[in-house]
Nanobody, 123 residues
Framework: QVQLVESGGGLVQAGGSLRLSCAASGRTFSSYAMGWFRQAPGQERDFVAAISWGGKTTNYADSVKGRFTISRDNAKNAVYLQMNSLKPEDTAVYYC????????????????WGQGTQVTVSS
């Protein structure tokens, strides 16, 4: 099992930027593909972005493509989500997740989850 802890959330104005971090411990981090999901109150948990175990392949939800960038540093057991041009509709709790199998866009494929970090974008 891999344990995940997100950080970096906060309150920003529309158009601003945040960088989320996910620190992993436990099973070898590089064995997992990693994903970011988000969930607003009363709504479904939605896919945001994913990255392969080697960091060479990425996937993004259409709503964030061109604004968000996922990356990983296996030497540091960390995954990042750089969020630029933030919009109020990006407001949600953001979760880091780990999987050893796909499909990446489905939360059921992920076996480990972090506790989430709140991102609030004001207008």
């Amino acid at each position: 099992q891999v344990q995940l802890v997100e950080s970096g959330g906060g309150l920003v104005q529309a158009g601003g930027s945040l960088r989320l971090s996910c620190a992993a411990s436990g099973r070898t981090f590089s064995s997992y593909a990693m994903g970011w999901f988000r969930q607003a109150p009363g709504q479904e948990r939605d896919f945001v972005a994913a990255i392969s175990w080697g960091g060479k392949t990425t996937n993004y939800a259409d709503s964030v493509k061109g604004r968000f960038t996922i990356s990983r540093d296996n030497a540091k057991n960390a995954v990042y989500l750089q969020m630029n041009s933030l919009k109020p509709e990006d407001t949600a709790v953001y979760y880091c997740a780990a999987t050893t199998s796909g499909p990446w866009t489905l939360q059921t494929a992920y076996r480990s989850w972090g506790q989430g970090t709140q991102v609030t974008v004001s207008s």
